[in-house]
């Protein structure tokens, strides 16, 4: 088989979604013509990231914390056909133990992976004490994925604090003034130093802290670079978020995806909550494969519309556009 064909043959695998038989697509396609032995050789060479979805794509901060609880969130999420099931930590109702254990539990009895872990934390602050309060945050933060059994940790730098609210933040696209008399690289040294500190006990536990790009510091591929590369250390990697960058989104994805452990993936049906973006989520697949990611993608649904519709319509679609090659 040339490698015309083959390339084709790859594209086409692509759109199957995870579990098809190879039977069934060969008989879709029998009128046209049985595909060879090579064929067969090259399908067993597919296979789809796994795809999961964050409990917030359920909630979207729309009512209390408590408005959609985690056990409905697993229960909707195994329905649907995900994966796994990453956790927003404000949105648990409990750091009870008996309550995380009853989290495992019940998404291992769903047949879902527990693979990441959405926390907030922020070092962004003159104040030792301040810091100091968000390192042990962070620690403890760790030691509860650790208890869950999961992999992974979203980790924020956190931000000035100077926009008036949320709402002013984004109506600015994430860009705010640092606190008076001090500057970005102050920023940096707090963020980096802090971090540090957190290094041991996410060895300890086995989870990798994933820094993100998410407003504040950490705003654009190259500040999160920066802080991930100078720190230098297996335990700090990358989670990246498609939509939160607000321009040149695809060169800054490439920054990020050599370092990505996790992938978020924003759709908008429905029309955003804050904003909506156009991402060209097969493009975002081919710079992942470029850089062999096999781990999960990672749904946050953050549009207007029904979770219980759009999600099942975003899975179908991210399902089409993560995949590698094995071998």
Known sequence: ??????????????????????????????????????????????????????????????????????????????RMGFDGIELLLVQMTSEDNAYLQKIKRLAFHAGLDLYGFSTHQGYVRPEKAYRDENIAKTIHQLELAYRLGIPTMRLNTGRWGTSENFDALMANQGIEPPIAGYTEEDGFRWVIDSIEQCLPTAEKCGVVMGLENHWGIGRTAEAVMRIVEEINSPWLQVTLDTGNFLEDQYRQYELMAPKTVLVQAKTYYGGGKWYSLDIDYEKVGQIMRQQNYKGYVSLEYEGKGDALVECPKSLEMLRQHFWHELG
């Not at 098809?20 to 046209?32: D, E, G, K, Y």
């Open 1 to 78: 088989m040339n490698q015309t064909h083959r390339r084709q043959l790859l594209k086409m695998l692509a759109g199957i979604a995870v579990g098809t038989p190879l039977t069934s697509h060969a008989t879709t396609t029998s009128m046209a013509a049985q595909p060879d032995q090579d064929d067969l050789t090259t399908a067993a060479t597919i296979k789809h990231n796994p795809i999961g979805t964050s409990t917030y794509s359920f909630w979207r901060f729309n009512g209390k914390r408590d408005a959609v609880s985690m056990e409905y969130c697993i229960e909707q999420s195994a």
